[in-house]
């Protein structure tokens, strides 16, 4: 039960995100709400990236950081295709995780860590950068996407 509710949650994180980073087009992606912070476009790829460093982490053992940046990806038109490429690899990736692999220890990191430890804080940092994306989006005058909660 723990196995399916993990997979639905990782990819209901996906279906719920997507339509925020799709509101790119409505804004400049070099925007910063405030000085001091990053653009807009490089948050949005910093967590499009991070869903995939985990889930490809986790299924292939290959803990590489792919590159994002707004030289490489310089318009939000990208940035969504990118985003959907990934958010697709992702589910794939998701669907190669068993049950059995759940409580096996990753030691890549500071500390030992199980698939589940990971799967966690990989929604987590997510859901940070979701956030965070709103709250820029509200900054800049953009009514961000509602996101469907069950409450």
Known sequence: MMYKILIDAVKRHLGETLPLIKQLVEVNILSKPVDGVREIGEVV????????????????NQWEALPYNLETYDSAETIIELAEKVFEEVK????????????????????????????????????????QITVYYRFLGIEPATIPYII
């Open 45 to 60: 790829l910093h967590t499009v990236r991070s869903l995939e460093y985990y889930m490809k982490g986790i299924t292939t």
């Open 92 to 131: 794939v990736y998701a669907s190669l995780i068993s049950t059995s692999d759940l409580g096996r220890k990753i030691e890549s990191f500071n500390r030992p860590a199980t698939v589940v430890e990971l799967i966690l804080e990989m929604v987590e940092h997510s859901i940070h950068h979701r956030g």
